[in-house]
């Protein structure tokens, strides 16, 4: 587990603290209500406003509760995300270590990780000149396919943080 929030973790705990907050609020002011209506007896207009302030904060109580849950939905998918796109790095990079270390491509393990890695690096192989010295080869466009599966996982997650935070109204 990192030590740091990410950003969509922060903003989920921001919400879950205001919602405490909005909560803590509306169960206070009903108490209070509850005591100034024990020792008056307010009119029908009074009491007509006090209907409406009770519907909108429980209103606004609901309206929270349903965004956090849509929030903590974006967070989970968003940490199953992190943790597919970080098995791929983690298998580009093992296939970029062993291509330049000159692995042998008999070696089982070579050729697991050969079949395994295959459809993500299908689309660049060949796309631009590997170097090399010896049988140790850089493959360059495994590298390039590293870091268009890095955009891709922060376009995702940009998109998941769309779906996580509150919508202002304009």
Known sequence: MEATQTPVAGD????????????????????????????????????????????RAAHEVVESESE???????????QFVDYGFYLIYGLI???IVLEFLAARQSSGFKQFLDTVTTPFLAPFKGLMADPSVGSMQLMLSYV???????????????????????????
């Open 12 to 55: 989920n705990a921001r919400r879950i603290s205001q919602h405490e907050a909005v909560k803590a609020k509306f169960e206070r002011d009903a108490q209070a209500r509850i005591a100034r209506e024990s020792t008056q007896a307010p009119g029908s207009e009074e009491k007509a406003v006090a209907a409406k302030l009770r519907e």
């Open 68 to 78: 956090l849950q849509r929030a903590r939905g974006a967070t989970r998918l968003s």
């Open 93 to 95: 990079g093992l296939e």
């Open 144 to 170: 390039a396919a590293l870091v268009v599966y890095a955009l891709l996982h922060m376009a995702v997650n940009g998109l998941l943080r769309l779906f996580a935070e509150k919508k202002a109204a304009i």
